[in-house]
C-alpha cells in the first residue's frame, strides 16, 4: 500500500463510538489527542547522563492511533511528551528493506503533534511483493502524505526536521546528503490552532491496522541520531518510548536506550509479524 491508501484506512478503522484518526472533524481529533495521552502507560523523565535504561512503554505513539482496545503500537521509537515544542529534528541513514513477498510498508519520521496537529516528514521503505520501494515524503493534516520526487535509495544519510513557526505554520525540512538535494515545505495548519504537544521520533509500521499482522518491512536496523527538541538533547524531556507490536501482540521491534548524550537510539527489526 502506499501511504494515501493507508491514511485512508486508518480514517476507515477509527469511525465509531471514539475518534482517533488521521482526517477527522476538529472535535474529534481532540478527543484522539486526549485519548492517546491516557492510554500512555508510563512518562519518563531522563536526565542526559541517566539515559541509559529506558522501559517500553505499551500505549500509542503520540501522531498515531489506537486499534479499538488500545492495546497496540504501530508506531515505536521516542516522543517528548508534557511541552510546547516547536521543533524536532533528527538523522538516520536510510535502511534496506529485505522483501520476500507479500506487501509491508514501514516509514521513519521525525514530526509535530497536538489538537488536530500532525506534522511529520520522513522515508520509507516498503516491500511490493519482492520489489523494494523507497522514498521520502512530508505530511500535514487533515491532507494525504506528498510524496518527495527526490530519489532516495538504501544509504542515504537522511536529515529531518519540523518547524512550529507559530500562527499554524509549520517548515518541514528534509536533507539528502548522499544525493545532494535538500526539500524545504511550508505549510499552514487550517484546521485547527494550538501549539504542539508532542515532538515524535517515530518507526511507523502502517499497515498494522488491526485487521491483521505481517506487514512491518524487514529494514534491519535504523539508527536515529542528534535527536534535538527545542534545540536540546531528547532526554531532556518527559518522555515517551515503545516498541512495534502487532495487532496479534507479535513484537516487530525493539527500541534501545538512548545513548550518545541523550540524542540517539536504534530500532531493531525483530518481526514481520
Known amino acids: ?86 521543533r524536532a529534528s533528527a538523522s538516520w541513514t536510510e535502511p534496506t528493506a529485505t522483501c520476500d513477498g507479500g506487501n509491508q510498508a514501514t516509514g521513519f519520521w521525525v514530526g509535530l503533534s497536538g489538537s488536530g496537529t500532525i506534522a511529520q516528514t520522513g522515508t520509507a521503505a516498503n516491500c511490493d511483493g519482492s520489489t523494494p520501494v523507497y522514498y521520502s515524503w512530508w505530511e500535514m493534516y487533515p491532507s494525504s502524505d506528498v510524496t518527495l520526487s527526490n530519489a532516495t535509495k538504501p544509504g542515504d544519510q537522511m536529515m529531518a526536521s519540523v518547524t512550529y513557526d507559530g500562527g499554524n505554520v509549520f517548515q518541514f525540512a528534509l536533507t539528502d546528503s548522499t544525493e545532494g538535494w535538500k526539500a524545504i515545505e511550508q505549510e499552514t495548519q487550517v484546521a485547527t490552532g494550538g501549539s504542539p504537544v508532542s515532538a515524535n521520533f517515530i518507526v511507523e509500521a502502517n499497515t498494522d491496522t488491526g485487521v491483521g499482522s505481517g506487514n512491518t518491512t524487514d529494514f534491519g536496523s535504523v539508527a536515529f541520531t542528534d535527536c534535538q527538541v527545542n534545540g536540546a538533547a531528547l532526554s531532556s524531556f518527559t518522555l515517551w518510548t515503545g516498541n512495534l507490536v502487532d495487532a496479534n501482540g507479535v513484537q516487530e521491534d525493539t527500541i534501545s536506550p538512548l545513548s550518545d548524550a541523550g540524542t540517539a537510539f536504534t530500532a531493531t527489526w525483530d518481526s514481520t509479524g
Open 1 to 86: 500500500m502506499r501511504w494515501k491508501q493507508l491514511i485512508a484506512e486508518k480514517v476507515r478503522r477509527c469511525a465509531g463510538a471514539v475518534a482517533r484518526g488521521w482526517y477527522l472533524p476538529v472535535t474529534a481529533v481532540v478527543l484522539t489527542l486526549a485519548v492517546t495521552v491516557a492510554l500512555v502507560p508510563r512518562a519518563l523523565s531522563d536526565a542526559a547522563d541517566n539515559a541509559a535504561a529506558v522501559p517500553a512503554a505499551t500505549g500509542p505513539a503520540p501522531g498515531t492511533a489506537p486499534n479499538d482496545e488500545g492495546v497496540y503500537n504501530f508506531g515505536s521509537g521516542y516522543s517528548a511528551i508534557d511541552g510546547t515544542f516547536t
